[in-house]
């Protein structure tokens, strides 16, 4: 085990410095930019610069080759996009790769230097004899004690030294290959749950409009329609019956009136158009069942959109506190911080609460992933309930 570590060691002492070669000839680029766009200023650096550029690209992918003899696959970018990082590769290797190299090309040498100073250090005149840290020698006790500081020298050389060669080689896996396409694949995965999400929410609140409109409004207005014709049948003949048929006429109107209401206010609540998203939330605490307290802070204001959907984050888990929580109190803040919308809503009632397949609060996940949010539920046996949602807020 012990001679497996020392050979990853030294092989890393070895990849360092290869790495301090090019991290010195990266310093003399930048150096030689430096120069070159001091003479741009007279005119006469343009022919240099184009020059040192060409070097670049032949001294990044000699880079390449090297970190391919020590197992680190940088494969060249499209030509359109590596001149860029190629120059921000130099800068980070000529510091960085040189920092690192250095480092590298040092330790070996203080641990060979120290581990064998007591076979030589009664060779040096008196009084000159010393550590690598520079404390003086001057009996066989200090001097096996520097034999000491050897060995502590080479164990941090071998057990730091494959780490110093990945970070040394960091910029150039960084910057030199082509970027890597886990992350946009990720990100293309969550589009793709979100967007799919997005549909199906948006399906399932056309279902829920059309059951709402069939189930109900539609019933209500058939039934004054009928009681119309009743009313309109009736007149002639028997008056009393028909001022009976045409009350029942109002009432069935005021009925369908008032679910054609509420059916408007689930697509977006007027209130949060006439009151804003603070007036709303407000009047939704106000008439909470259970004692509820509000802050909200929304410098700046939000996009209508993501209001109405804080509005009904809020809505639902106050329903839920309400019906299911037998909790005495309720708080809710909705605040934004930079580029975010966050509505938190807690309870001290007895928990459990879980977001089902089919349940308003699933429901209400399906709205804030459709903007690409996340909705969090701690909900313990015992309580106490923190419904968190997180909404992207850009403008």
């Known amino acids: 085990m012990f001679r497996g570590r020392l050979r990853r060691g030294l092989e890393a002492v070895e990849c360092l410095a290869g790495g301090l070669g090019t991290a010195l000839a990266a310093a003399a680029l930048v150096v030689a930019f430096a120069i070159s766009g001091a003479l741009c200023v007279v005119g006469i650096g343009v022919p240099l610069t184009r020059s040192l550029l060409g070097a670049v690209g032949g001294l990044a992918e000699r880079e390449r080759e090297r970190l391919a003899r020590w197992g680190h696959d940088v494969p060249a970018p499209e030509a359109s996009d590596g001149g860029p990082r190629r120059l921000a590769w130099l800068v980070g290797h000529s510091t960085l790769g040189l920092a690192t190299g250095l480092m590298g090309a040092l330790l070996p040498v203080l641990a060979l230097r120290d581990l064998t100073f007591p076979l030589w250090w009664r060779a040096v005149p008196d009084g000159e004899a010393g550590a690598s840290l520079g404390f003086p020698v001057d009996t066989w006790p200090q001097a096996c004690g520097v034999g000491g500081l050897g060995a502590a020298w080479l164990a941090v050389t071998v057990a730091g030294g494959p780490a110093l060669a990945r970070l040394q080689a960091l910029p150039a896996v960084r ?79 005021r009925d369908a009136l008032r679910d054609l209401r509420g059916l408007v206010r689930g697509i977006l609540p007027p209130v949060v158009e006439s009151r804003g998203l603070d007036g709303a939330l407000d009047a939704l605490a106000a008439h909470c069942p259970v004692p509820c307290t509000l802050e909200v802070l929304l410098p700046g204001g939000c996009p209508v959109a993501l209001e109405a959907t804080a509005y009904f984050v809020v809505a639902e888990a106050l329903t839920n506190v309400a019906r299911h929580s037998a909790a005495t109190r309720a708080a809710v803040c909705v605040r ?32 804030v992933e459709a903007h690409d949010g996340r909705l969090t539920l701690n909900s313990p046996p015992g309580g106490p309930t923190v419904l968190e949602a997180e909404l992207p807020c850009e403008s």
């Open 175 to 253: 910057l030199l290959g082509r970027p890597s396409p886990s992350d946009a694949y990720r990100r293309i995965a969550e589009l793709s749950a979100t967007r799919a999400a997005a549909l199906h929410a948006h399906a399932a609140e056309l279902r829920r409009i059309e059951r709402a409109l069939h189930d109900g409004a539609q019933n209500r207005l058939v039934g004054v329609v009928v009681l119309a014709g009743v009313a309109e049948r009736a007149l002639d003949r028997d008056p009393d019956a028909a001022r009976e048929a045409i009350t029942r006429v109002q009432e069935a109107a």
């Open 336 to 367: 934004r911080e930079a580029n975010r919308l966050l509505v938190v809503v807690r309870d001290d009632g007895r928990g459990g609460a879980a977001p089902c397949e089919g349940s308003g609060l699933d429901g209400v996940r399906r709205r």
